[in-house]
Nanobody, 121 residues
Framework: QVQLVESGGGLVQAGGSLRLSCAAS????????MGWFRQAPGKERDFVSS????????YYADSVKGRFTISRDNAKNTVYLQMNSLKPEDTAVYYC??????????????WGQGTQVTVSS
């Protein structure tokens, strides 16, 4: 089992920045590709970004490309999502996921509880 705990969400004005963190425990973190997803009220859970086990390859949804950056620190068992130039449409609960790579939520084995990000206009 892998336990994932997200942090760093909050309320920010449009154009601002937030950095989400996801701390993993339970198994060897570097064995898992990681991803970030988000879910707005009344909508499906959407892919945001993912990163391979070493951090050498990253993937982004078109809606966040150029604004968000995913990274990981395997020594700290943590994956990050730096979010810049935030827009009101980025408002959602953001979830960290482990064990998969790419945009399909079905391939990820473990999920965190989520952290709320609210962007005001």
């Amino acid at each position: 089992q892998v336990q994932l705990v997200e942090s760093g969400g909050g309320l920010v004005q449009a154009g601002g920045s937030l950095r989400l963190s996801c701390a993993a425990s339970g198994r060897t973190f570097s064995n898992y590709a990681m991803g970030w997803f988000r879910q707005a009220p009344g909508k499906e859970r959407d892919f945001v970004s993912s990163i391979n086990r070493s951090g050498s390859s990253t993937y982004y949804a078109d809606s966040v490309k150029g604004r968000f950056t995913i990274s990981r620190d395997n020594a700290k068992n943590t994956v990050y999502l730096q979010m810049n130039s935030l827009k009101p449409e980025d408002t959602a609960v953001y979830y960290c996921a482990a064990g998969g790579l790419g945009p399909s939520a079905k391939v990820y084995e473990y999920w965190g509880q989520g952290t709320q990000v609210t962007v005001s206009s």
